[in-house]
């Protein structure tokens, strides 16, 4: 199974800053790689696909990017809509499997 | 406009049963890939199963399942209702988790990437 491994775990910032979130494959995975935000209590949604592109409707202040095996979401201007739980997810191969989570926190 | 409801969840004993359900509407249903993720408390999203749709090559109906829940669990679709189920057998603690559908982001051929989610629904374990 290939393994995604997110840093931070949890980040701390200011609305307005700029933050970037990394997401490490253990093995290369192209760029078959999305990314969605999720908040307390609610499901998941998907801001990113395919490593870079952007998922209809979502903000472009967020930007990703990488390949292979290293890849990062990047939010600049970071609002207070944006203090959330993130998460990378590969789909080069089943099983499917997600990092373990990016908590974007008030600073 | 998409909609996904699942419903189905609740308190089942160490090796009991549930049978989850997700009915959708305001897509094509037939044509997707649909997905089950889980979340137990606390804790972050783990694939579950997926189900191919009709416009996956033509292929439709092709199941995947995490070393987890395979031999377990059964996931399954009724294009003619636009409902997913997830059917849980020998349930375990460990699989108390609020268990969500999702929709393929594609139709002609799966995405593996999921725009739409139901709203969860809680499955706990417990004796």
């Known amino acids: 199974d290939i393994q995604m491994t997110q840093s931070p775990s949890t980040l701390s910032a200011s609305v307005g800053d700029s933050v970037t979130i990394t997401c490490r494959a253990s093995?290369?995975?192209?760029?078959?790689l999305a990314w969605y935000q999720q908040k307390p209590g609610k499901a998941p949604t998907l801001l990113i696909f395919s490593a870079s592109g952007l998922q209809s409707g979502v903000s472009s202040r967020f930007s990703g990017s990488g390949s292979g095996t290293e890849f990062t979401l990047t939010i600049s201007s970071l609002q207070s809509d944006d203090f959330a739980t993130y998460y990378c997810q590969q789909y080069d191969n089943y099983p499917l499997t997600f990092g373990g989570g990016t908590k974007v926190e008030v600073k | 406009e998409v909609q996904l409801l699942e419903s189905g969840g609740g308190l089942a004993q160490p090796g009991g049963s549930l049978r989850l359900s997700c009915v959708a509407s305001g897509f094509t249903f037939s044509a997707y890939t649909m997905i089950w993720v889980r979340q137990a408390p606390g804790k972050g999203l783990e694939w579950v199963s997926s189900i191919t749709g009709d416009g996956f090559t033509g292929d439709g109906g092709r199941t995947y399942y995490a070393d987890s829940v395979k031999g377990r669990f059964t996931i399954s679709r009724d294009n003619s209702k636009n409902t997913l189920s997830l059917q849980m057998n020998s349930l375990r603690a460990e699989d108390t988790a609020v268990y969500y559908c999702?929709?393929?982001?594609?139709?002609?051929?799966?995405?593996?990437?999921?725009?739409?989610w139901g709203q969860g629904t809680l499955v706990t374990v417990s004796s």
């Open positions: 999702a929709k393929d982001r594609c139709s002609t051929a799966s995405c593996f990437n999921n725009d739409y």
């Open positions: 093995q290369s995975i192209s760029t078959w």
